[in-house]
């Protein structure tokens, strides 16, 4: 076994771990905390699969912002009461996820993966070539992402504004 | 090097987590993180085909479904905070105002 490949055992192991504390801690701050340790070993397995811009950018985006929104919106709603251990849907949702996680093992197993990779050059995944598609390729989709955030912009503060009469 | 079957799988192993997290779950915020958990097991996919495959195309992608992921997570916010507002409550099995 080459250190590579120990190396993505490990991180598969702790991303496992970190994502069953998400679903299973009944503590909400927890489960965020949970949450930002899953991102962040997804971004060190970005940075494996040289793709090292858009693992930046993930601990930025996901781990930076979107996460102190979400400890944000915890702490100002204070959700003090833990919720009930086993709800009503407990044995549904976890026959729904074996039998999804099954299909998708047994159809990702048998595929037949390129088991030798493309050699990567000097270039792939840097910052140049990613804007270099997003620019070329990618203007309209990313034009309408810009306008996709305005509109979540707007619509954010439309729906948290306290209402007046 | 590490065969593409097996970020496959994790990536199927994280996906599947998250569905069992949206759908036993009765607290909209840890729904909503498993949402992104979801989302984030995609992007994995994503990026070990586009290093595979030798294509950038795939990074691009992952560039997009963050953009879209915070849109969906702001008002996805923005709509539970409201909720709690009206209703002073978390719970999803709560809301069935639409339900006969």
Known sequence: MTSSMMIFYLLAALL???????????????????????????????????????????????????????????????????????????????LVALLLAGALAALVSHNEAPA??????????????????????????FEIASVLLLIAIVGAVVLAKREHN | ????????ILSAAIFAIGVVGVV??????????????????????????????????????????MAVAAAEAVVGLAIIISVFRHRQSLDPQEMQLLKW
């Not at chain 2, 090097?1 to 496959?8: A, D, I, K």
Request: net charge neutral; charged share 10%; hydrophobic share 65%.
């Open chain 1, 16 to 94: 496992v771990l970190s994502s069953l504390m998400v679903v299973f801690q009944r503590n909400v701050v927890h489960c965020a905390m949970a949450l930002v340790a899953a991102l962040f070993l997804i971004a060190i397995l970005f940075v494996t699969l040289q793709a090292a811009m858009v693992g930046v950018l993930q601990i930025l985006v996901y781990a930076g912002a979107i996460m102190v929104l979400f400890l944000f919106v915890i702490m100002l709603l204070n959700p003090t009461a833990l919720e009930p251990r086993r709800g009503l849907s407990w044995g549904f949702g976890m």
């Open chain 2, 24 to 65: 036993i779950r009765r607290n909209l915020i840890v729904v909503l993180m498993s949402i992104e958990l979801m989302l984030n097991a995609v992007n994995l996919t994503f990026i070990a085909f586009s290093r595979f495959l030798g294509s950038m195309e795939g990074q691009v992608v992952v560039f997009f479904v």
């Open chain 1, 116 to 141: 030798d990779p493309f050699a990567a050059t000097e270039l792939f995944g840097a910052p140049e070539s990613l804007a270099k598609s997003l620019f070329t390729d990618f203007v309209l989709p």
């Open chain 2, 1 to 8: 090097m590490v065969p593409l079957n097996h970020y496959l």
